[in-house]
C-alpha cells in the first residue's frame, strides 16, 4: 500500500508520500537507501502521522533495484520493522553514461515531463576507483476537480438497491452569506430576494433536513480542489567507490533532493457560531437584510470570501543523505563500519488564509458586502481584502538522523552442508525533531498580513476554523543497538539461522528481540521456508514531546442522545443538530512502545525450468499498538469510548466539545495473508514469452478499537473510513522479439463496504421523498488495463511508449470523506484510484 501525494489536498500530509507492507502502516515500514536508514520526515504530526521517510525526495531515476523483506523486523536492520524493510540500492559504479527523458500526458490536466542524466568515471578494476553523477528533474501540473465529472460535485445523486438517492454535503457559507436569525431562521437572503443561487453555489431543496430554512444556497466547494496537486522534484546523487589493499574498500553517498507540492482548496471561510456577526449599522444590514424580517442585531453569518481566490499551499520537503561505508577483512573477519548523517526539512507556505479578528475588522470597516454576487466586490473592498490576506510561512520541521554502525562475521566451524557464519554487530543513532509555527500559526499576530505582535492572547487572532494554537518544539534522543546471528547449514539440504538483538531507547528503555528462521530444499525443484520473530517500536519524538495543536474539522457529526448527554457532563451546551467539532492533537509522554510477534511460512517450487510459484503465508501480532480513537467510532459511541478521547476548548467565546487526538495505546492488532508469485518464461519460434502473477491476499486484520474494548475488522470494510482492501493482483505479461518488447498488465483491486453516509431518497422528478436514513454501498473492484511497447535502436537508443489505464476504467462511487490520510476528493477515493485515468507515457533514453 501507499500514501499518495493526492492526500494533501484538504489533508495535513505536507507533500508527503511513503510505502506499506501488507498494509499494516508506513510506519511500520522500514525504509532504506543503501541499507543505511535515513532520516524520517521532517514534517511528521503529534499522532505518529507521517513519520515514515518521504519518498517524494528518492528520485526513482538513480535506482537501481528494491528489495522487499517482508517477514518482519530484522537484526541488522533494526527490531522497528513490524511490517518489514524496503531498502531502495541506488546506481552506482556503472560502465554507461546514460540521459532519458519523458512525458506523462493525461487528459484535462496532471501533465508531467521528466528529464534524468547519469555519468559515471573511472573503473574499479582499472583505476581502483569510480565516481557517479546523476540528476533528475520532474514537473507535473494540476489536475482539476472540474476536469472528472464524477468528482467535481458536492451533491451527487445516485442508485442503490433499486432506489434512487441524494448525498449532499451541505456547505452554508456562501457568497451572498447564508445567515441564522430569531426572525429569518436559516438561509440565504438572496436566495429569498431572487428565487437563485449564485454561480459556485447549488439550489438545494429538502423539507426533510431539520438544520435550515429551505431552499438553500449551498457552495460547491469541491469543484475548488486539486484533484492532483501539482507537484515539481529535483534531485542530485553522487557515489564514490575507492579500493584499497587487501580487500578494502570505501563507499561514499551523497543525495540531496526537493520536492514540492502545491495544492488548492475552496476560498476561506467562516462558520457559524465562530463569533462572526453583522451588525445593524452596516449598510448591507440596513438596504438588504432588514426587508426580509431580520431582528437580530447583530445577525450571525457564515460567509466565503470568493472573490479572494482558492487557498493555496505549497509543502516543501527538502532531503540531504551523506552515507559513508567503509569495508574490509582483518585475521578471517569480514568487518563492515558505517556512519551516515541524513537531515528531512520540510516548510508549508499558505496564501489567502485570514485570522477570525482580521474578518470581524473587514465586516466592521465596511471593506466586506456580504450580499454581493461573486465579483461583486468593489474595487477597494477586494483590496482591502487581499492586503488582509496572510501569504506566506506556516510552519517548517526539521528531523535529523546521525548513526554509526559496525558489524564483522566470520567462518566459525565446517558443518555437514558448510561453514558455520557468526556474526556481530552494533549501533548507536541520534534522532533529532524541531517543529516551528509561524507566528500566525501560533496566534501571536494581531494582523498577520502586516506582521504586527498582538499584546495578549486572543484566539480570534488563530487561523480561522483553529481553535488551539501551535506551539514550537524540539526533542531528541539517543539509541543505542546491538546484535549477534548465526547461520548453520546443518545439511546440505537444510539451513537454520537465529539471532538476538538488544535495544535501549533514551526515552522508553529497552527490549530484547530475536529472530529465527530455517530453508529446506528436499530437491533442486522445492524449497521451504519460514521464520519466526519478535519486534520492538518506541513511540516516535512527536508521541512522546510535542506540544498540542489543532487537527482541524470534524463536519457533519450527527447529534445523537448519547452525544447530548457527553456534552452536558463536560459542561458543554448540548447540540440541536448535526455540526463541525475540532480534533486536538498532542503528545503522551506516558506511552509504551509497541512490541511485535512475526511469523511466516513459504514455498517457492520450480518443477521445471522457467516455471516458478511462490506462496509465502504470513502473520503479524502488534500488542500496545499506538494510535487514538478514530471519529467514525468515537462519534457513534461517545459514551463508550475512553474519556481521554474528548477534551473541551474554548472557540467563539464558549466552550465547545472537540475530538482528542493524543495518542494512547490502543490494544492489539493481529493482521496475516498470504503473498502469491508465479512465473512463466518460454522461448518459441516468435520471441520470449515472460509472464508474471503476483497476488496478495489479506486473510485476517483485527484491531481493537481502543485498549479493552472490541474488536473490529477492516477488510473489505470502510466503516472507520479506510477499507483494507482484501485482494490486490498484478498480471504482467510481455512478448520479447528481438529490439522490441511489448507488455500487457493487469492490475486488480477488490471492493469493499463504505462507510455509512445519510443520504435523501428521490422521486422520479428528483425532489426529495423522504426523511434521510443511512446506506452503506458496496464500492465495486477495480481493473485496470496498462500497455508498454519498448524498441532498442542500435547500440544506444530506447524508444518506449505505453497507456496506463488502457480503458479508461473510471474510479467505483464512494462517499467516504474521512479516514486516514484521506483528502477532500469528493465521489472517489484518492487513495484506492488514480484521477489521472488514461495516460499516454512516452520516453527516450539514450546510453553512450
Known amino acids: 500500500g501507499v500514501v499518495p501525494t493526492s492526500s494533501v489536498v484538504g489533508n495535513d500530509t505536507r507533500g508527503y508520500a511513503s510505502v506499506s507492507i501488507h498494509d499494516l502502516g508506513d510506519a511500520y515500514t522500514l525504509v532504506l537507501l543503501n541499507g543505511q536508514r535515513v532520516a524520517p520526515f521532517g514534517g511528521q504530526l503529534s499522532s505518529g502521522a507521517l513519520s515514515g521517510v518521504d519518498i517524494n525526495t528518492i528520485p526513482l531515476a538513480m535506482v537501481e533495484r528494491i528489495e522487499v523483506l517482508t517477514d518482519g523486523a530484522s537484526a541488522l536492520y533494526g527490531a522497528d520493522a513490524l511490517g518489514g524493510v524496503v531498502n531502495i540500492i541506488t546506481r552506482r559504479d556503472g560502465d554507461a553514461n546514460e540521459a532519458t527523458i519523458g512525458w506523462t500526458l493525461p487528459k484535462g490536466g496532471a501533465r508531467e515531463w521528466r528529464a534524468s542524466a547519469f555519468k559515471s568515471v573511472g573503473s574499479l578494476d582499472e583505476q581502483g576507483q569510480s565516481l557517479s553523477l546523476g540528476a533528475s528533474y520532474m514537473h507535473r501540473s494540476a489536475l482539476r476537480a472540474t476536469s472528472r465529472d464524477y468528482a467535481k460535485d458536492a451533491i451527487k445523486d445516485f442508485s442503490y438497491q433499486g432506489t434512487r438517492y441524494r448525498y449532499a454535503d451541505v456547505q452554508d457559507a456562501t457568497s451572498p452569506a447564508t445567515i441564522y436569525d430569531s426572525g429569518f431562521g436559516w438561509g440565504n437572503p438572496y436566495q429569498v430576494a431572487t428565487g437563485g443561487c449564485p454561480q459556485g453555489s447549488y439550489l438545494y431543496s429538502n423539507p426533510y433536513e431539520q438544520n435550515f430554512s429551505f431552499p438553500l444556497c449551498s457552495y460547491n466547494y469541491a469543484a475548488d480542489i486539486d484533484l492532483v496537486p501539482e507537484q515539481t522534484q529535483h534531485s542530485l546523487m553522487a557515489s564514490y567507490t575507492r579500493e584499497f589493499a587487501s580487500e578494502n574498500r570505501l563507499q561514499l553517498d551523497l543525495l540531496a533532493t526537493r520536492s514540492i507540492v502545491t495544492s488548492h482548496l475552496a476560498p476561506v471561510a467562516t462558520r457559524f457560531f465562530s463569533g462572526l456577526n453583522l451588525p445593524a449599522t452596516s449598510p448591507s444590514y440596513t438596504n438588504y437584510l432588514s426587508g426580509l424580517g431580520v431582528v437580530d442585531d447583530p445577525v450571525n453569518l457564515s460567509y466565503r470570501f470568493v472573490d479572494l481566490g482558492r487557498r493555496g499551499f505549497e509543502d516543501q520537503s527538502d532531503l540531504l543523505h551523506l552515507a559513508a561505508r567503509l569495508d574490509g577483512r582483518l585475521n578471517g573477519w569480514a568487518w563492515q563500519a558505517g556512519l551516515t548523517g541524513s537531515m528531512s526539512q520540510q516548510r508549508s507556505d499558505i496564501d489567502h488564509a485570514m485570522s477570525l479578528n482580521t474578518i470581524q475588522r473587514l465586516f466592521d470597516d465596511g471593506f466586506v458586502n456580504p450580499v454581493a454576487l461573486p465579483g461583486g466586490q468593489t474595487a477597494s473592498e477586494l483590496a482591502a481584502q487581499q492586503g488582509a490576506a496572510y501569504n506566506g510561512r506556516w510552519l517548517s520541521g526539521r528531523s535529523l538522523l546521525t548513526e554509526l554502525q559496525w558489524q564483522a562475521s566470520r567462518d566459525v566451524l565446517t558443518l555437514p552442508g558448510g561453514q558455520l557464519k557468526w556474526a556481530v554487530g552494533a549501533n548507536v543513532r541520534r534522532e533529532a525533531l524541531m517543529f516551528s509555527p509561524s507566528l500566525f500559526a501560533q496566534g501571536k499576530l494581531s494582523d498577520p498580513a502586516s506582521g504586527t505582535l498582538a499584546t495578549s492572547y486572543d484566539e480570534g487572532n488563530l487561523r480561522a476554523g483553529d481553535v488551539v494554537p501551535m506551539v514550537p518544539s524540539s526533542a531528541s534522543r539517543y539509541v543505542w543497538g546491538a546484535f549477534s546471528e548465526w547461520l548453520a547449514p546443518v545439511s546440505r539440504n537444510l539451513d537454520l539461522s537465529a539471532a538476538v538483538r538488544a535495544d535501549h531507547d533514551q526515552l522508553v528503555g529497552q527490549a530484547w528481540t530475536g529472530k529465527t528462521a530455517a530453508r529446506w530444499r528436499p530437491s533442486e525443484h522445492w524449497l521451504w521456508r519460514a521464520s519466526l520473530g519478535t519486534g520492538f517500536r518506541a513511540p516516535t519524538l512527536n508521541q512522546l514531546t510535542s506540544p498540542a495543536r489543532s487537527g482541524g474539522q470534524l463536519d457533519g457529526k450527527e447529534c445523537s442522545a448519547d452525544l447530548k448527554t457527553l456534552q452536558a457532563s463536560l459542561g458543554v451546551a448540548p447540540c440541536t443538530i448535526a455540526g463541525s467539532y475540532p480534533l486536538v492533537v498532542g503528545s503522551n509522554r506516558d506511552l509504551a512502545p509497541e512490541k511485535s510477534l512475526q511469523a511466516s511460512l513459504g514455498l517457492k517450487v520450480e518443477p521445471v525450468s522457467g516455471h516458478t510459484l511462490g506462496l509465502d503465508w504470513w502473520f503479524v501480532r502488534i500488542t500496545d499498538r499506538i494510535g487514538s480513537v478514530d471519529a467514525a467510532t468515537a462519534f457513534a459511541h461517545p459514551l463508550d469510548v475512553p474519556a481521554s478521547t474528548w477534551t473541551v476548548v474554548n472557540t467563539g467565546g464558549s466552550p465547545t466539545l472537540a475530538l482528542s487526538g493524543v495518542p494512547g495505546n490502543m490494544g492489539n492488532w493481529i493482521s496475516s495473508g498470504v503473498d502469491v508469485d508465479a512465473s512463466v518464461r518460454r522461448g518459441s519460434p516468435w520471441g520470449l514469452f515472460d509472464s508474471q502473477l503476483r497476488v496478495t491476499a489479506i486473510l485476517r486484520e483485527d484491531t481493537q478499537l481502543y485498549a479493552g474494548g472490541p474488536w473490529a475488522s477492516n477488510i473489505g470494510d470502510g466503516q472507520s473510513g479506510g477499507a483494507t482492501l482484501k485482494w490486490k493482483l498484478a498480471w504482467r505479461n510481455s512478448w520479447i522479439d528481438g529490439p522490441w518488447t511489448h507488455s500487457l498488465t493487469m492490475r486488480y483491486q477488490s471492493g469493499y463496504l463504505d462507510a455509512p453516509v ?91
Not at 422521486?763 to 519498448?790: H, I, N
Open 758 to 848: 445519510s443520504v435523501y431518497p428521490l422521486d422520479a422528478s428528483g425532489q426529495v421523498t423522504g426523511a434521510a436514513t443511512d446506506v452503506r454501498m458496496k464500492v465495486s473492484g477495480l481493473t485496470v488495463w496498462d500497455w508498454q511497447t519498448s524498441w532498442r535502436v542500435g547500440q544506444g537508443w530506447q524508444l518506449t511508449a505505453g497507456v496506463i489505464n488502457l480503458l479508461d476504467t473510471r474510479p467505483p462511487l464512494t462517499l467516504s470523506s474521512g479516514g486516514a490520510y484521506k483528502g477532500q476528493q469528493l465521489g472517489y477515493d484518492e487513495r484506492y484510484y488514480d484521477a489521472r485515468g488514461r495516460m499516454l507515457t512516452l520516453e527516450a533514453r539514450l546510453s553512450f
